[in-house]
């Protein structure tokens, strides 16, 4: 005799099963994305060892937000201050904040945000790029919490999701959205993958978009104001001379520089290693002619302790007529007529 299930009983199996499933792919998905932990909530990935930089302005305050107290260093930056060791910095407990493609208007709503949970560190050290005074400033791209002042989204929240899943799925068949990756104690590195940098061959001044904006050198000063305790110490990573061959050329050289010496007033401390010297007119050191070796950014994190910035040049020891001059005396030298 056969028995007839009734239609409800059936519905109520269906949506069962429907449950199990979807509770089974969500405890899947949070199992992945804690093992591989792409937005480093806790401690990277423990898969691989390598941790790529998918989302640094939302994954290191995860990292700084629960360990604030332990911090009385703070870098901040872009890209090209990622690489600077914070490891190397003697004397300090320091946490490198620097994200990619960061801009100096998006490190102020970060030092608000710091600053209104009452983090104050004892020394602070900015990465000055040249980027951020020529041509447009984009809008700030911070996370929602950033601008609200409110806590980050939850780890169960975020690793929920199936955009983590993408990042965690992307992380284990080593899909990086960029050639530098983070080790097991978020130093970052940059992958074998990379190649020498290739200059331009002809020379050719940056588009007529990409004026030089000197008033953007206050944003900096506010951002030195955020911390007034901490002792402030402003650098100038290393950029391949090209760049600023082609900014002599479209006019704007000077002005990059009267926007660099407001900055170096504002700071305690301030080395320009931008200046084109030995390093950045070489490119065996660079893969793109802005992210430099982790050899060379060890060199200026040590020459940000002892003050001797060799190859570079320290704004407080010469006067703006005297690095000027070295500016155009190397960039005739090194780029113009190499020997």
């Not at 020529?134 to 791209?141: K, Q, R, V």
């Not at 990086?176 to 940098?197: F, G, K, V």
Request: charged fraction near 20%; charge should be neutral.
């Amino acid at each position: 005799m056969r028995v007839r299930v009734r239609p409800h009983k059936l519905l109520t199996r269906y949506f069962a099963a429907l449950v199990a499933t979807a509770g089974g792919l969500a405890g899947l998905c949070l199992v992945i994305n804690l093992l591989v932990d792409p937005l480093w909530f806790l401690h990277g990935n423990v898969v691989t060892g390598v941790n790529f930089a998918f989302n640094e302005r939302v994954a290191k305050m995860n990292q700084l937000l629960p360990k604030m107290k332990e911090y009385d260093c703070l870098i901040m930056g872009s890209s090209r201050t990622t690489l600077l060791p914070e490891h190397e910095i003697r004397g300090y407990h320091c946490f490198n904040l620097a994200f990619s493609g960061g801009r100096i208007n998006e490190y102020l709503l970060y030092a608000q945000y710091l600053r209104a949970r009452g983090f104050a560190p004892s020394l602070l050290i900015v990465g000055v790029d040249p980027y951020n005074f020529i041509g447009a400033m984009p809008e700030p791209d911070v996370p929602d919490f950033i601008r609200s002042g409110t806590d980050p989204p939850s780890l169960l929240r975020t690793y929920l999701s199936l955009d983590a899943l993408d990042f965690s799925i992307r992380e284990l068949e080593g899909d990086s959205p960029h050639h530098r990756y983070y080790d097991r104690d978020l130093n970052c590195r940059i992958l074998a993958r990379a190649r020498a940098y290739r200059p331009p061959r002809i020379l050719t001044p940056l588009p007529d978009s990409s004026g030089v904006h000197v008033e953007r050198a206050a944003l900096y000063v506010q951002l030195r104001e955020m911390f007034p305790t901490a002792r402030a110490v402003g650098y100038v990573p290393p950029v391949s001379a090209w760049l600023f061959a082609r900014l002599r050329l479209s006019g704007g050289l000077d002005d990059y520089l009267t926007a660099l010496g407001r900055v170096a007033a504002a700071f305690d401390e301030a080395l320009d290693f931008g200046i084109p010297s030995y390093i950045t007119a070489a490119t065996n050191d660079t893969y793109d002619g802005s992210h430099y070796s982790e050899a060379v950014n060890a060199r200026i994190a040590t020459a940000l302790q002892t003050d001797q910035p060799d190859p570079g040049v320290d704004w407080h020891r010469e006067n703006p007529q005297a690095i000027a001059a070295l500016y155009q005396e190397r960039l005739d030298r090194l780029v113009v007529h190499p020997h």
